[in-house]
């Protein structure tokens, strides 16, 4: 039994929208609701329950903005869009589930439609990448729209989505004094669901595409731009950095060296030898139908390796994930960060397990904040406590750039 929900991986699902109740999410109340209505239901009860409940704020923001209060109805809009973005997650895998994407779609024109209604209002943009564009929007600083300020680009991981990162931390960021960039790169959100890209180890390539666009952007100081990444982006934002080096400033929560680290000790455990995991997708056969099947009996890893890893790297196998997922390092790119970096690691975060060792490795100026259970933050991004992380984090870059 979970804090809302009563299935565990519903909970997690369905909790994640806790950290943006400060930043004009969904109230607790909501969520609450929600949970009550999905009760012991399957997968299909938990998307179907946070669909109604995304359709009856959608109805309530036309209904405002019918009556001309945009106000009223940008804070619906935004509401919906959030309660859409958590419909879908345990509908992961490939093919895409017609549910998913219809999902996506109302949550991306909720989304648009709230922030059309910001002042000064926010449209959608498009970053030229590779022959195609990447989705993305430029969020202004709160108290000054229309002065040049510093930048901070933020790169989501695994899972989330331009929607998470506006809630996440891009709302704190603007509040702070900051403008602020939001995409979706390849193998997330739109570029996954809808253009098929799929995620890339090197994203000082992407990076540096989204760099080139931002310092064409008004009122961008280029000499002040930062990238912050969290969950997988603990690993995409300093990989960043290894190689875009235009950037000021980098902070990675948490701070992750690799994919396959834990992987490596999750095989040894299976009975692979311990000089047998260097390259994981050589594997004994035995070993990987065990990992196999581990996998496959227990909810949260078959989700997060076989339905979203599978389909964010475009692959149908234990072995072929391993072999992609190998590629995702910081080994030989960390000592090639040069700027201010930040990572933050947090008591119960096993993805932060590395961080300490990261940290070492780094050469550039830098910096490492711990998150713990008794501040209500020690779970994986500080999703119970994101605005103890923002305004932690925040504290840093401010120090970093006015230095």
């Not at 030229?128 to 991981?157: C, H, K, M």
């Not at 998470?164 to 997330?188: E, K, M, W």
């Amino acid at each position: 039994m979970g804090l809302f929900f009563t299935n565990d991986l519903h909970d997690e699902f369905g909790t994640w929208p806790l950290a943006y109740i400060r930043y004009g999410g969904l109230d607790a109340g909501e969520i609450l609701a929600v949970a009550k209505r999905v009760g012991d239901g399957d997968d299909s009860a938990f998307h179907a329950a946070w669909m109604a409940m995304g359709d009856a704020l959608a109805v309530e923001a036309e209904a405002a903005l019918a009556k001309r209060r945009p106000i009223t109805a940008r804070e619906f809009f935004l509401k919906a869009a959030c309660a859409y973005d958590a419909s879908y997650h345990p509908l992961y895998g490939e093919p895409a589930d017609p549910r998913l994407l219809t999902a996506f779609s109302k949550q991306i024109d909720a989304f648009n439609k709230g922030l059309a209604l910001s002042d000064p209002p926010i449209e959608p943009l498009r970053i030229p990448f590779e022959g195609t564009s990447l989705p993305a929007y430029f969020i202004p600083a709160a108290d000054g729209a229309n002065q040049v300020r510093p930048l901070l680009i933020l790169t989501n991981g695994y899972d989330a989505t331009v929607t998470d990162s506006y809630f996440a931390s891009a709302v704190a960021t603007t509040q702070r004094g900051y403008h602020c960039l939001i995409f979706d790169g390849p193998g997330q959100g739109a570029a996954l669901y809808q253009q098929g890209l799929r995620l890339r180890p090197d994203w000082e390539t992407v990076v540096g595409a989204v760099v080139d666009f931002a310092v064409n952007l008004p009122l961008i100081d280029p000499a002040r731009i930062a990238i912050y990444g969290w969950s997988l982006g603990g690993y995409l934002a300093p990989r960043a950095a290894s190689g875009e080096h235009r950037l000021a400033a980098c902070i990675a929560d948490p701070g992750e060296w690799s994919i396959t680290g834990s992987i490596r000790g999750f095989a040894v455990k299976l009975g692979a030898a311990p000089d047998a995991v260097g390259n994981l997708a050589e594997l004994d056969q035995q070993v990987l139908d065990r990992m196999e099947q581990v996998i496959v009996n227990t909810p949260k890893l078959r989700w997060s390796v076989i339905q979203r890893g599978y389909w964010v790297h475009g692959v149908s196998s234990l072995r072929d994930f391993l072999r992609v997922a190998e590629p995702f390092t910081m080994d030989g790119r960390a000592e090639q960060i040069t700027c201010p970096t930040l990572l933050t690691t947090a008591d119960n975060d096993p993805l932060a397990a590395g961080a300490q060792a990261f940290f070492d490795a780094l050469r550039c100026p830098k910096t490492l904040i711990h998150f713990t259970a008794a501040q209500g933050a020690g779970e994986h991004c500080e999703m119970r406590n994101r605005s103890l992380l923002n305004a932690r984090v925040l504290d840093w870059l401010d120090e970093v750039l006015s230095a």
